[in-house]
């Protein structure tokens, strides 16, 4: 049985990243628990080695927990063209170079996929404790690619990504409609199944 939070508890937010921050921080703020980001503490941020997202969120999460004796949440996620046999994939943020151009980014992206346009965004949660206990969640959500980019909400690879259903994409969409639908949230539910 995995660990619970419990109303009250601090959990360190093991990410540098404000928009994942930010999305993170509405969904677990509302279950009782404080929220606390590695940079404000002052947490160097992990080099992410593992080939997969799990093993990254993991990674990061482990870090974060072991250097504050709190319980910690970390993310790892990207977005996936089918084109590109599922990159950028965990190669996300690296293709934005380490000036985070993520316009650059989703220009390449879409250079490198002509003729397809199927995509889907990846999600992997990982909760830490300090004993080295962890959980692992996966989210996952389908949709597909337009272009050009549309909507300045958002971050990353939003603006050139439309979920399965929808006419938006998560760059035009209001945040509390994308939270609904995301990779994040669907990862979020079985935390939230499991832990809370």
Known sequence: MTRRLNRGDRVVLASHNAGKLRELAVLVEP?????????????????????????????????????????????DSGFCAAALNGAPGVLSARWAGPEKDF???????HAASAGSDR????????????DGET???????????????????????DPIFVPGGALLTFGE???????????RARAFEALVAACF
């Open 31 to 75: 279950r009782g628990v404080t929220v606390v980001s590695a940079g404000s503490l002052g947490l160097p941020e992990p080099e992410e080695t593992e080939p997969d997202f799990a093993g990254n969120a993991k990674l990061k999460a482990l870090a974060a927990s072991l250097a504050t004796g709190l319980p910690a949440l970390a993310d």
């Open 103 to 109: 316009a650059g980014a989703m220009r390449r992206v």
């Open 119 to 130: 995509a889907w965004f990846v999600c992997a949660l990982c909760l830490a404790w300090p």
């Open 135 to 157: 959980a692992s969640f996966l989210g996952r959500i389908e949709g597909r690619m337009v272009w050009p980019p549309r909507g300045g909400r958002g971050f990353g690879y």
């Open 173 to 183: 969409m209001d945040p509390d409609a994308k939270h609904a639908v995301s990779h």
